[in-house]
């Protein structure tokens, strides 16, 4: 029953700071409030079979592996700041089983989303720590998930770049919701923690200053750019989407820090909106989903601060809207 008062908790101090928008989350006593995870852990001990052997499931408690327990609890933050905030009940809005295998492969050094679950690998120890260390990680796989059953953005050149930002939106909003982080406490980073302390580099990724997680003499050094001036045309990487991503990840920063308080609040329910409000199309480009975060402000708050703050952020990082 914790769960439900946390969701409940959550509705409704979104409701306070939301005095003009229409309500997200159903009443406590409707079939939406009485949404629950259900989360399913495997273990691939090192192999590459998936699902792999069931170790642990909703409501079992602990098991002695923290990877297991970390994957666990990831997939009930990506949960509670769907549902809690946004009232949506898992990431497809119907309840959706969520599966995830971890020791996937041997050194494994990426996590990802297969279409159907996520998949975590131990890392080589070298470059990459353990995948489920960073909520923002977790929270990042599955809002791929989430992309796939909205918007389903093409993950290719700038759609999937979009796609790539998305996920990076809802990892780092799965973070500061969980550790209860305003703008100015996020470190709006992603991957923080996953790097070898042999590293020079401190995450995967700067949202607010794209190019500028890490240097290091083996990785290179970060890619990203933050503005269009330096959008990167490469054929590796689907078109670059790891690396585009900076500049619509830079936009949602400077539209959270512009408005203040808490990022899942207004501008993730902007960003929320876009996905799920069926204007885009697997095709959409920067400057489409920047002008359809313009018509989601405008249609949830009105012509007030929030508008005014998304066309200041995409002006900044050079995407018309
Ligand atoms: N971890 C990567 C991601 O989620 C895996 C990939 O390249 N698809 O983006
Ligand atoms: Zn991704």
């Not at 409704?12 to 939406?32: E, G, I, Q, S, V």
């Not at 409030?33 to 602990?62: F, K, Y």
């Not at 500061?176 to 923080?192: C, F, M, P, R």
Request: proline content about 4%; overall charge negative.
């Amino acid at each position: 029953k914790a769960r439900r008062t946390l969701a409940a908790d959550a509705a409704a101090r979104a409701a306070r700071a939301l005095p003009h928008a229409r309500p997200t989350t159903a009443p406590a006593d409707t079939a939406a409030a009485e949404a629950r995870p259900r989360r399913t852990i495997h273990d691939c001990e090192g192999g590459t079979d998936l699902p792999g052997t069931r170790v642990r499931e909703e409501g079992q408690e602990a098991t002695g592996d923290a990877t297991v327990n970390r994957a666990y609890a990831g997939l009930g933050a990506t949960f509670e700041l769907f549902h809690g905030v946004y009232g949506r009940n898992s990431i497809d809005g119907a309840g959706l089983p969520l599966i995830a295998s971890v020791h996937y492969d041997r050194d494994y050094g990426n996590a990802f989303w297969n279409g159907e679950q996520m998949v975590f690998g131990d890392g080589d120890d070298e470059i990459f720590l353990d995948f489920t260390l960073p909520v923002d990680v977790i929270g990042h796989e599955l809002a791929h998930g989430f992309t796939q059953y909205t918007a389903n953005l093409e993950y290719f050149s700038q759609s999937g770049a979009l796609n790539e930002s998305v996920s990076d939106v809802f990892g780092s909003l799965v973070k500061q919701y969980a550790l209860g982080q305003s703008v100015e406490q996020a470190d709006w980073l992603i991957g923080e923690g996953l790097f070898h302390p042999n590293v020079q580099g401190k995450a995967l990724r700067s949202m607010k200053a794209p190019g500028t997680a890490y240097d290091d003499d083996v990785l290179g050094k970060d890619p990203q750019p933050a503005h269009m001036d330096d959008y990167v045309r490469t054929s590796r990487d689907n078109g670059g989407v790891h690396i585009n991503s900076g500049i619509p990840n830079r936009a949602f920063y400077l539209a959270a820090t512009e408005l203040g308080g808490n990022a899942w609040e207004r501008a993730g329910q902007i960003w929320y909106d876009v996905m799920t409000g069926g204007t885009l199309t697997p095709e959409t480009r920067f400057a489409e989903f920047a002008a359809a975060t313009v018509a989601a402000a405008r249609a949830r708050y009105g012509d007030g601060a929030e508008i005014q703050a998304v066309l200041k952020a995409w002006s900044a990082v050079g995407v018309p809207t």
